[in-house]
């Protein structure tokens, strides 16, 4: 079955970087975009960051723009999710998720930004 | 950017009831509104994408509608397993949620 395993959450200081990742499996990897959306403890959603299936694009929401990067390694199955300079305001439950496009060989809607499915999500703390 | 609200914030009802949530985008979004149903400690879960369609395993007595500005989430007979929170998002651009409605047993 379709499923995603977040990774690499853990409480960091201010300023201080961290990886998450996200491995992929039960769905050909290379064909979907990818995304990565948080939960801050008690608040509601806010989408991060989208890389297109091949890696060929990238987006970020202006509150990490600089900050993080978004990349995928289509030979592993996994996405990632590299977060420097953190702040305080980055404490949150980040989840990865897939995109509703596709792409094939012989067709491509590379986006559609609705999420499915969801991993179960990581912890990140930003705590001195 | 475009910015999407949720009426009510917070909602009680009864086992059998029919439930109606409303989402407003701040501008057109054509139909590209998507509704996520999450319970707590959880994933959220996509129910219904593109405003009507509903999401493969999705119960048939979700249902939603609107286009442009103004979106419902319906469920037509409320089952105790669809307590929860649930969020509106569009897609028309830089993707965003609203901010959330409690369903709460009444």
């Known amino acids: 079955q379709v499923q995603l395993v977040e990774s690499g959450g853990g409480v960091v200081q201010p300023g201080r970087s961290l990886r998450l990742s996200c491995a992929a499996s039960g769905f050909t990897f290379s064909s979907y975009g990818m995304h990565w959306v948080r939960q801050a403890p008690g608040k509601g959603l806010e989408w991060v960051a989208v890389?297109?299936?091949?890696?060929?694009?990238?987006y970020y929401a202006d509150s990490v723009k600089g900050r993080f990067t978004i990349s995928r390694d289509n030979s592993k199955n996994t996405l990632y999710l590299q977060m420097n300079s953190l702040r305080a305001e980055d404490t949150a439950v980040y989840y990865c998720a897939r995109d509703g496009g596709y792409c094939s060989s012989t067709s491509c809607s590379p986006l559609q930004n609705w999420f499915d499915p969801w991993g179960q999500g990581t912890l990140v703390t930003v705590s001195s | 950017d475009i910015q999407m609200t949720q009426s009510p914030s917070s909602l009680s009802a009864s086992v059998g009831d029919r439930v109606t949530i409303t989402c407003r985008a701040s501008q057109s979004i054509s139909s590209y509104l998507n509704w996520y149903q999450q319970k707590p400690g959880k994933a959220p879960k996509l129910l219904i994408y593109a405003a009507s369609s509903l999401q493969s395993g999705v119960p048939s007595r979700f249902s939603g509608s609107g286009s442009g500005t103004d979106f419902t989430l319906t469920i037509s007979s409320l089952q105790p397993e669809d307590f929860a929170t649930y969020y509106c998002q569009q897609s028309y651009s830089t993707p965003a949620f609203g901010q959330g409605t409690r369903l709460e047993i009444k």
């Open positions: 890389i297109w299936y091949d890696g060929s694009n990238k």
